[in-house]
């Protein structure tokens, strides 16, 4: 199990690696290959900012500090950043490519998906894998080849939709030879995808012994199904009926539920897509009393509301159909309050993109509309625009909740989510005084809708640098399809740090079993 120290250790192993790297008088490019020096600019980093250059090398951030001077006649690419924030690139923890759903299957795969990534800001992102016939190994195979034409660095969950030996014997394998450190369990879609009470308490317990992080999407799904059935007795079947049949307090008793298991078995808990007031408070209440809990707000919830669910044209309206649903404008508001105290740790998207022929499966019937929204392109334009240009949050916290907390958490700091030398050089140089227009007529998502359509804002990503390669510059793109890259997650992340300390105590205070001199009977 990890100790303390792990960061530590890491982030000092990477340090000398790359000062061995360095001359000491100066830098240079090896092997003929084009190095980088961003010269000018203020890294962020999610503790601190500062003036500095960055000298990249062979993928890797090779130094950092200021006045780089570079070795003469060496092939290096010189970008000036002056009056921009140099950052790592984001890491989007929760997306769907190539998801088959309710039908049929995501606009967006891995190609598409990951384009719309690094035009967005996004370099690397953790997408879920969906067994097939219940088989763990089965699904991964099947995700392997679909990620196939990826063009940056991702990972995977892995889904949990039944349960036996085998499952449980694949979980071990996805762990200690397959770089999974997170499965996620579904408490909502009732009859495919939802596991009862006793089969989360089982996964919950193989997450503990495995080191890997238990994920839910929390709705009581045999509630949402009474109140999906309830709605269309009220003759109530366009989009508006999808958010009426499961309300808010749907999603805070099965986040409390999940909470409370998870407290049973004494193992971190990350709560996927909290989109309700409800959920947050029951997280809020839980991380008060010490328990480790990870709240993900996404975008579409802190910055949408559901009045465009009663549009009256069903294309419009149903582009926001998700699951849990996009709440009443005050949930938003109250995410966002939450994300800048640190209630809610890290944003996510949730991307799963449908187009409007689509969505248009459910045209007579609300309940079959495949649910799910873009994001993945918006993600870090939209949370500066909104909490860093508004004074919600600082430039380090954006830095927090779009990389750095999600490359903490899934264990590959500071591998990703920094700026410092031996990190990946996953890095994007956003202009503060730039302004972007988001409309499905120019991202890059395969979906000819978006549910941010006509959001201007400032904030504008200038340059991505994926893995040491400019892949996004001057509003263009250059990527190569079977460029990407798959990264290992280790287990054991910092949220298990003292979970057998605490499992010590809890028994040492049971004060049994008591010594009693009579047997019964």
């Known amino acids: 199990m990890a100790t303390p120290s792990r960061a530590l250790l890491l982030l000092l192993a990477f340090a000398v690696a790359a000062h061995e790297r360095c001359a000491a008088q100066g830098l240079g490019a090896g092997g003929g290959a084009t190095s980088i020096l961003i010269m000018g600019g203020t890294v962020v980093n999610a503790d601190r900012e500062e003036k500095a250059d960055v000298y990249i090398k062979d993928g890797i951030i090779d130094a950092v500090g200021p006045n780089i001077k570079v070795v003469p006649g060496g092939k290096v690419r010189v970008i000036n950043a002056t009056g921009k924030y140099v950052m790592p690139g984001g890491i989007d923890p929760h997306t769907h490519f190539a998801f088959e759903f309710m039908g049929t299957v995501t606009i967006d795969d891995f190609y598409s998906g990951q384009a719309a990534a690094l035009a967005g800001g996004t370099t690397m992102h953790i997408d879920f894998v969906i067994p097939v016939n219940g088989s763990l190994a089965a699904g991964l195979e099947s995700y392997k080849k679909k990620a196939a034409n990826a063009v940056m660095d991702y990972g995977f969950h892995v889904a949990i939709t039944s349960w036996n030996d085998q499952v449980a014997r694949e979980m071990e394998v996805m762990v200690k030879k397959n770089g999974i450190n997170s499965f996620k369990f579904f408490m909502a879609y009732k009859g495919s995808l939802m596991l009862t009470d006793d089969i989360l308490l089982q996964g919950l317990k193989k997450c503990k ?87 993900e707000p996404v975008v579409s919830g802190l910055v949408l509301n559901e009045s465009w669910l009663w549009d009256p044209d069903f294309t419009v309206a149903s582009k926001y159909v998700m699951s849990p649903p996009i709440r009443e404008a005050g949930h938003g508001k109250a995410l966002q309050a939450a994300l800048s105290s640190g209630i809610l740790q890290l944003v ?91 409309s499905a007529s120019t991202d890059h998502s395969r979906s000819n809708t978006n549910v941010y359509e006509g959001w201007k804002g400032k904030g504008l990503v200038e340059v991505t640098i994926s893995r040491g390669r400019v892949v996004w510059e001057d509003g263009k793109l250059n990527i190569t399809p079977g460029t990407g890259r798959y990264v290992k997650l280790p287990p054991f992340g910092y949220v298990f740090d003292g979970i057998e300390k605490s499992d010590a105590a809890y028994k040492a205070s049971l004060r049994a079993p008591v010594q009693r001199g009579k047997v019964c009977g």
């Open 209 to 295: 012994s495995l080191g890997a992080l238990a994920m839910v999407h929390a709705e009581n799904g045999d509630a949402v199904a009474e109140g999906q059935q309830r709605m269309i007795d009220f003759g109530i079947t366009g989009p508006e009926g999808h958010a009426l049949s499961r309300p808010p307090y749907l999603e805070g008793e099965a986040t409390s539920r999940a909470i409370r298991l998870a407290k049973f078995i004494n193992t971190p808990l990350y709560i996927v897509h909290v989109m309700s007031i409800d959920a947050m408070e029951e997280i809020a209440k839980a991380k008060r009393e010490g328990q480790r809990v990870i709240g």
């Open 348 to 438: 996510g998207t949730d991307h799963c993109a449908f187009n409007s022929t689509q969505k248009a499966l459910g045209c007579n019937d609300f309940r079959k509309i495949p649910n799910g929204v873009n994001g993945v392109e918006e993600r870090m334009h939209i949370i500066w625009d909104s909490m860093v240009e508004t004074g919600k949050i600082s430039v380090t916290d954006y830095v927090k909740v779009t990389s750095t907390e999600g490359a903490k958490i899934f264990n590959i700091y500071p591998q990703k989510g920094a700026i410092l030398e031996g990190s990946d050089a996953d890095i994007i140089i956003l202009n503060p005084k730039g302004r972007f227009a988001i």
